[in-house]
């Protein structure tokens, strides 16, 4: 059975990819429908959705296009959760796998090193990094990437400690696998599961950080974020509430479609499952 | 097959606890049979032990789970009656279930190493039971509590009262699940393999124990077992399961001397035969493996309030293995029997000592160099489950390790068709997962692989013991051929002496991290020379007790 096939078995999971699809096609066409730039004031403030021709969504505080901000903000949305979390996901495993296989002394600096970012609020470090390296789409993936790894290392490093005494492991060990095989081969395969789970949610939780930050004003203040929108909605809640139900919305079905192909992943690369089903 | 269900025709005077008529419990759909059992009758008197016995998935557990109403979700019984004390239990809700549970009916279990609260003094344990069913005042149950354990006979009952759970041994956990069990003075007990995890000479402690509480309190016991040695110690009566239907069921006596069954003279004839190992020629070549004063001591880091703790497990260990020779090293948990092993195959860093293979020293290896040699020795592991990685196919388990030694791949995998074909699997197993495999096909699986690598001296660490008897003689008969066709050498390990005289030509018994006693099996077998040897084979299950069809 092909790896999609197996995917696809989980209905979840393929209603999760069709969502992502969308979404990805909403950013790809915003320069097509919205060839303007979606900061540009082009009616009245607070026009309630539906209720002018092309302003499907609204417009917002300022008489901006609220279709417009969605549709271009979707790009840049995606781009922060995925770059950033690959990016947290890049420094977080290997460091975690290194002090969970090897233990001892390794184990222990690097567990140190971890704790030294964890000891810090995630969100004020945040502010510090961006602020310190001018706010631009680079330092935010960058900054939400540095305060994300270390859950991301204590998690491996967990797995791999109760892995690591496996008769399997052992087994490897016994042939002659060299540790850098048997980390990569045998070991981080078993790990998959969880840090898919955590790794769908760090999306999420990036997503939601870019826009505390744009609230703060250290966003790119050349791009939309849906962060940016709801953001900058939230004063008017109680009398324009389209503003912040929209992108919500928006960041909401992202995030679950996430979660949902997460699931199919692992469902797929499990062998167990796929053959049960 | 005469069958006597009802032994209340022949005995008016048994007064019958529990009595099973037609059950049948259906599983849920998609499992591998419709029935877990069926049609299943039989009855446990009182002050006799009935003995259940089946390998596993023969649903021997299945009827006293649903006599406990602790049946898995999904499974549920579609016809006949339990009846306990003349009432049917099927049809009790959760409520009437529970009260019966403890009060009526004790249940001991396998692990007594999970059973128990880690984070409950054992008193405390004991006394909930009373709780539970809101009898007694707290007092009270302290007091109970200790007259239960001095009843089970745990050393310094005072003591183990306020203990935790991780401060008692194996076999004193056991007897306070047995005290718990027994709290509230149950009419029938229920034990599910409660000795299977244990030593041989903490079983037969176990064992007596039950006995004799049995006789005490005039309880009706229902034992499930999967060890035929334990039912010719325990048994009065036998009822024996397969696929969920009972091939074989009277008097223990007859069933064990004379079984009427095919199934059940197979299961008997399976057990490791309790006569004495036969004589082998011992090789007079140069020794393969030499073991020269091994030490290894694990400390664990004292705090500052605390004093670090050595364990000796390895305490000047010398021996040596011929080619072509099958060594058993036999000994209880905590002997240092496994850590021997593991020191050999270097999974462990023995501290001082040489471990010489055909003259190279391999115990200060370390890295890369030692990584070189790895493949000379190899391991065939205890646990079938956990010794294949789930996500890695058979074919490539086994390849892996040529894989690593330089062989490529395509090779490597063409090698391990043939290894599988070897142990019996055929090669198209390549392409499969560990968990389309049994526990005995996944230890046919773990051979193939420490084949693999064509290494001179395979350690066996318990290789056999969590496989059924049956599915064990054939995995012993595996080995038995396989080290002939490809003289190898091989070091048994194993806590269970009827299986060592199957297989080994010379025995090393262990204790406490020493060699106690070492010889030829026949030696060790006949004219033990040690009083500690004497007590392990006295231990053996079944050992006194007449067991028919073992020529």
Known sequence: MSFFARFAQNRGALIGLIILLLIIVM????????????????????????????????????????????????????????????V?????????????????????????????????????????????????????????????????????????????HREYVEAARLVGQTNSTIILRQIL???????????????????????????????????????????????????????SFFPGVAILLTVLALNLVGEGLDDALNPKLSRER | MTVTIDSKKEN????????????SVALPKGADRALAVENVSYDVNRGEIMCVVGESGSGKSMAANTVMGLLPKGVRPVQGEVNFLGQDVITLTEKQHRALRGLKIGMIFQEPMTALNPLMR????????????????????????????????IPQPEKAISAYPFELSGGQRQRVMIAMALALEPVLLIADEPTTALDVTTQAQILELIRDLKRRRGMAVMFITHDFGVVAEIANRVCVMRHGKIVEIGEAKEVLENPQNAYTKALIAAIPSNAVPPHRETSQVAPLLEIKQLNKVFRSRGGWFKPAREVRALDDISLTLARGETMGIVGESGSGKSTLGRCVVRLEHPDSGELLLDGVNLSQLKGDALRRERHRVQMIFQDPYASLNPRTRVGMAIAQGPMANGTPKDVALKQAGEL???????????????????????????????????????????????????????????LEELKQRLSLSLLFITHDLRVAAQICDRIVVMQHGRIVEQGSAEQIFLQPKEAYTQSLLDAIPGRQAPVAATA
């Open chain 1, 27 to 86: 950013a790809i066409l915003a320069p097509l429908l919205f060839p303007e730039s979606p900061w540009r004031m082009v009616q009245r403030p607070f026009l309630p959705p539906l209720s002018q021709d092309g302003y499907l969504l609204g417009t917002d505080t300022m008489g901006r296009n609220v279709a417009a901000g969605l549709m271009h903000g979707a790009w840049v949305s995606l781009l922060i959760g995925l770059v950033s979390t690959s």
């Open chain 2, 12 to 23: 008016p005077s048994v007064e019958t606890v529990l009595s099973i008529r037609d059950l």
């Open chain 2, 122 to 153: 054992v008193g405390a344990q004991i006394a909930e039971v009373f709780e539970a069913h809101g009898q007694l005042t707290p007092k009270q149950r302290q007091e109970r509590a200790l007259e239960l354990l001095i009843e089970v006979g």
């Open chain 1, 189 to 243: 395969p078993n790990t998959l599961s969880p840090i898919i789970v955590l790794a769908s949610l760090m999306v999420a939780t990036a997503i939601l950080l870019e826009s505390a930050l744009s609230f703060l004003g250290l966003g790119d203040p050349n791009v939309m974020s849906w962060g940016y929108m709801i953001g900058a909605a939230r004063t008017v809640i109680r009398q324009a509430w389209w503003l």
């Open chain 2, 420 to 478: 599988l074909d070897l142990v019996g699997l055929g090669a198209s197993a390549v392409e499969r997962f560990p968990h389309e495999f049994s526990g005995g096909q996944r230890q046919r699986i773990g051979i193939a692989r420490a084949l693999a690598l064509n290494p001179e001296l395979i350690v066996a660490d318990e290789a056999v013991s969590a496989l059924d008897v049956s599915i064990q003689a054939q995995v012993l008969e595996l």
């Open chain 1, 88 to 164: 947290a996901l890049l420094i977080g495993v290997p460091l975690g796998a290194i002090a969970g296989y090897y233990g001892g002394l390794i184990d222990d600096v690097l567990m140190r090193f971890t704790e030294f970012f964890q000891t810090i609020p995630n969100f004020a470090l945040a502010i510090v990094l961006v602020a310190i390296m001018q706010p631009s789409i680079t330092s935010i993936v960058l900054a939400i990437a540095l305060v994300s790894w270390p859950p991301v290392a204590r998690l491996v490093r967990a797995e791999f400690m109760s892995l690591r």
